[in-house]
């Protein structure tokens, strides 16, 4: 069954307001990543924290995870219009399983 | 260091026709992974392979379908008879070791889009 579970489902904010994504899953996990995709293309991995971290941060991102609730969240500050895309958590065992995603969309 | 290619990128076929779609993972990863994707949806696992191995295949439907991952040349995912629910995108990963995990990240091909008319 598939362990990531994005919320919201859609999120639309203006340019220059923060924008949050949450992540939910289901069982123990090595590691959790997060990857975008633009419209008609392929994943980009843009971080990703060990089970053993509770907060990362790369430029104007930063990933918490809390183990014990399995959710994880995905914070972009300072949101572009660039940053329209759909985002998602992936958990990793013996191989990457992938949430719904969110579609996030920046108006400029 | 060329990325993962994926071809063609896109494909076109008639129901009952095969579609065979290609990945070649970047340089130096041994390990393969392919995803579908419908329309407004995530990534559905499908298949994990090494070299010349099938490490996972418990997101592949038992018919049709099968996947090869030789010891010269590219991953192939071979799509049999296919029918008008085989549309989807079919992307393609690949990675230096097993699983994508510990700080080990995929790499994704742009994807190949398969629709069946």
């Known amino acids: 069954s598939q362990q990531g579970e994005e919320d919201p489902q859609a999120l639309s904010i203006q340019e220059g307001e923060n924008a949050t994504m949450n992540c939910s899953y289901k069982t123990s996990i090595n590691n959790l990543q997060w990857y975008r995709q633009n419209s008609g293309r392929g994943l980009v991995h843009l971080i990703l924290?060990?089970?053993?971290?509770r907060e990362k941060h790369s430029g104007r991102l930063r990933v918490t995870l809390d183990t014990s609730k399995k959710s994880s969240s995905l914070l972009i500050t300072a949101s572009r219009a660039a940053d329209t895309a759909s985002y998602f958590c992936?958990?990793?065992?013996?191989?990457?399983?992938f949430g719904a995603g969110t579609i996030l969309r920046v108006k400029s | 260091n060329a990325g993962v290619m994926q071809n063609p990128r896109h494909l076109v076929r008639r129901r009952g026709q095969e579609a065979r779609l290609r990945c070649s993972p970047m340089?130096?990863?041994?390990?393969v992974y392919w995803y579908r994707q419908l329309p407004e949806e995530g990534l559905k696992f499908m298949v994990y392979?090494?070299?010349?191995?099938?490490?996972?295949e418990s997101g592949m439907p038992k018919e049709r379908f099968s996947a090869e991952f030789p010891k010269e040349g590219p991953s192939i995912l071979r799509i049999q008879q296919v029918v008008r629910g085989d549309s989807a995108a079919y992307f393609c990963a690949s990675s230096p070791r097993q699983g994508a995990s510990g700080d080990t990240e995929a790499f994704f091909g742009q994807g190949t889009r398969l629709t069946v008319v």
């Open positions: 392979l090494q070299k010349e191995n099938i490490i996972d």
């Open positions: 340089k130096g990863h041994s390990h």
């Open positions: 924290i060990r089970s053993n971290e």
């Open positions: 992936a958990t990793s065992g013996n191989k990457l399983v």
